[in-house]
């Protein structure tokens, strides 16, 4: 028991002050995590769409994501990570207040690529400003840190996003405003003065001439890239077809799927720091990301079988394992990869993978889950995330991480 305590606390040993409160704004801009899992059922319920429609709405969100990827690796490596996170957290803050208002298929699809690609310029800044902000050694760690405040608004968002959508979905929306508010005026207060580890000049580095790659036409990275939107494929269906399985299938209402998504994020808060530390020293990177893509593959297949309510959890704390383990060392292989004068742009392209699969995945879902069933479309994810495995091992051997 004190050996498991110790590396409890270990696992938090070393982090910088900055990486904690860039963990604080991200937990409260994620305590905003209401809309992504409830829109589904709110076009659903709420506007009549049909399950086709839902998915090409779903994919509009995936489309402004790719476009604010990009567009947010871009403006980071030109105007740096403050102001582009800054910039991107108080114009999304209208648009969250006025998304109510478009109810047709085709408006609320231009809004919802509007407000993703406005929303997602932040993610390559963010994740930037993690790698600036950590010492080198602790770079996973600083990530998973991250990520646990990421998953912890998560948990907390769904379920009260659950709760509200019992009153109303537009105070789900709403929520997501305040949120988005709050998150702002909190990183400007603690980051409008600090100081970042800045890259050091071009000259200092003429010797690591390999680490100044263009992203876009890093082969290997491309390659890397192209396996991280893969792993998404499957990955994602977590936040638009699961939803709609425990509506369909098991007659959940919005509360209980609330907190069953919820209970993903609780998982991720509580063990991913302890994992991460345990095994970085442990495994190799393209073993982590094998077991890591195999175990979320593993937890699609488990949605075949029915065992009630019970079953369901256990089969999200293992889909949160393989989460746990593949995505914080994604972000470490493409922070390591970049250059030190382009990490915007190597940090927007691995977003980019993660946004382009948010285009064709709600799409791809919703149309087996409506023509071939559940079952089919959990087949067909864990089969996919699989694949995705074997070509993590194969792919990370080459870039000897």
Not at 385 to 399: C, D, Q
Request: aromatic share 16%.
């Amino acid at each position: 028991m004190k050996s498991l305590f110790q590396i409890y606390i270990n696992s938090y040993r070393g982090l910088s002050p900055a990486a904690w409160l860039l963990a604080l704004v991200m937990l409260i801009n994620r305590t905003g995590s209401m809309v992504i899992p409830f829109l589904g059922m709110y076009m659903s319920s709420e506007l009549g769409f049909s399950k086709t429609q839902i998915g090409l709405v779903l994919g509009c969100f995936g489309l402004g994501s790719v476009c604010g990827s990009w567009l947010g690796g871009w403006l980071t490596d030109r105007f740096g990570s403050f102001k582009v996170q800054t910039v991107s957290q108080i114009a999304v803050i209208p648009l969250f207040l006025i998304l109510p208002y478009f109810q047709t298929f085709e408006t609320l699809a231009l809004m919802i690529f509007v407000l993703t690609m406005v929303a997602d310029i932040f993610r390559p800044a963010n994740s930037v400003s993690v790698a600036r902000y950590a010492k080198p050694e602790n770079i996973t760690r600083a990530y998973s840190l991250n990520r646990m405040a990421v998953n912890l608004g998560f948990s907390i968002g769904p379920a009260l996003g659950g709760f509200l959508a019992t009153i109303s979905y537009n105070w789900i929306f709403y929520g997501n405003a305040i949120a988005a508010a709050i998150a702002v005026i909190v990183f400007i207060y603690f980051f409008k003065n600090r100081a970042q580890n800045e890259a050091p000049k071009k000259e200092e580095n003429t010797s690591t001439k390999t680490k100044e790659r263009n992203a876009y036409s890093d082969g290997m990275f491309i390659v890397f890239n192209i396996l991280c939107c893969l792993f998404s494929m499957g990955f994602l269906q977590l936040l638009s077809t699961l939803p709609l399985f425990y509506k369909d299938v098991y007659s959940l209402d919005s509360g209980q799927i609330g907190l069953l998504l919820g209970f993903s994020g609780f998982v991720i808060v509580i063990f991913e720091m302890v994992l991460v530390h345990f095994v970085e020293h442990r495994l190799s990177i393209r073993q982590i990301m094998f077991w890591g893509t195999a175990i979320t593959g593993m937890s699609y297949y488990m949605l075949n079988l029915d065992f009630g309510i019970v079953w369901l959890y256990m089969a999200m704390f293992i889909l949160s394992t393989g989460e746990m383990l593949s995505l914080p060392f994604m972000a470490t292989i493409s922070i390591k990869r970049a250059g030190l004068s382009n990490q915007g742009a190597y940090m927007g392209f691995n977003s980019l993978a993660f946004a382009a699969a948010n285009i064709f995945s709600p799409y791809l879902g919703t149309y087996i889950a409506e023509h071939y069933g559940y079952n089919v479309l959990w087949t067909i994810a864990g089969t996919t995330l699989f694949i995705a495995a074997i070509g993590f091992y194969w792919i990370t051997t080459k870039m000897k991480v």
